[in-house]
């Protein structure tokens, strides 16, 4: 890890992270080139808030959870609500009209990559079947979870369940360390 607290100059394939990075980098470059930047909601830009709000239905300052943008535009989002003192983690993906299936998934994967670095045990994550399926496929550790189930769903009505056991060697290679 570089000894820094900012990123100079970023660069994707060489980046080995500052002293200040959160668990896993908020940029990220799908296959197809598009860039996305990924803000905690409280630390969203200025700029962007009331379109966060507009867009999501979240109060960046009140609620928990992460944010993507394409330039300024919100094309995905997750809100978390911990439970059981901290420990099992809930999560409700949203995506924009026609965003892209990678960006849920790496939103997941920030998710995931914070459940660890906290010190979680799991997360229960609800998502669009597209997004679950591909996050089942790549995430050691995920694994569906029963519809009907009072204890594994969210508060969500929409969307695929799913629990990450964030003990699982898939879910700590998430985070940069």
Do not use: H
């Not at 970023?10 to 990220?28: D, M």
């Not at 929409?158 to 985070?175: H, I």
Request: hydrophobic fraction near 35%; glycine fraction near 10%; charge should be negative.
């Amino acid at each position: 890890m570089v000894d820094e607290t900012a990123c100079p100059v970023w660069n994707p394939g060489s980046c080995e992270g500052t002293s200040s990075c959160p668990p896993r980098c908020p940029r990220f470059v799908a296959p197809d080139g598009t860039a996305y930047t990924v803000y905690r909601l409280g630390e969203c830009p200025a700029r962007n808030t009331d379109r966060v709000v507009a867009e999501t239905g979240l109060d960046p300052t009140v609620d928990d959870g992460v944010v993507a943008f394409r330039g300024d535009d919100v094309v995905a989002w997750v809100e978390r609500q911990p439970g059981d003192a901290g420990r099992r983690w809930r999560a409700n993906v949203g995506l924009s009209r026609g965003a892209s299936t990678v960006v849920g998934v790496e939103l997941v994967r920030q998710v995931v990559a914070d459940g660890v670095d906290q010190g979680a045990d799991s997360v229960v994550v609800r998502s669009p079947e597209r997004v679950a399926d591909r996050v089942l496929e790549e995430i050691d550790g995920a694994e569906p979870v029963s519809d009907g189930s009072t204890e594994d769903s969210t508060d969500s009505t929409r969307g695929t369940p799913m629990a990450v056991d964030l003990d699982a060697d898939g879910a700590k290679r998430t985070t940069r360390n």
